[in-house]
């Protein structure tokens, strides 16, 4: 079992930042694969950035150049730098993490960007 608690949401500025930070714990020496998703009221559930063991991340096309997932394995953290906010990505941020027994969540933790 992996357990995950995100902070570091708020209400901020359209071209503010933020930063989420997700802090896993039990067994997460079976992780493979770390990310964040989100999803707005109404909309679906969106990918937003994952990153691997190896530290090779991918962005969905909405963030690409705004967001940065960062892992710091020493603390067991992972994060999401997201700058030049914009009212659009406003929702609630779920970290997950990917084992070989399926995926974990976390609570989530709300964002939003005023205009």
């Known amino acids: 079992q992996v357990q995950l608690q995100e902070s570091g949401g708020g209400l901020v500025q359209a071209g503010g930042s933020l930063r989420l930070s997700c802090l896993a714990s039990g067994s997460i020496f079976s992780i493979n694969r770390m990310g964040w998703y989100r999803q707005a009221p109404g909309k679906q559930r969106e990918l937003v950035a994952t990153?691997?063991?190896?530290?090779?991340?991918n962005y969905a096309d909405s963030v690409k150049g705004r967001f940065t997932i960062s892992r710091d394995n020493a603390k067991n953290m992972m994060y999401l730098q997201m700058q030049s906010l914009k009212p659009e990505d406003t929702a609630v941020y779920y970290c997950?993490?990917?084992?070989?027994?399926?995926?974990?969540w976390g609570q989530g933790t709300q964002v939003t960007v005023s205009s």
């Open positions: 997950f993490a990917t084992t070989g027994r399926g995926r974990f």
């Open positions: 990153i691997t063991n190896g530290g090779t991340t």
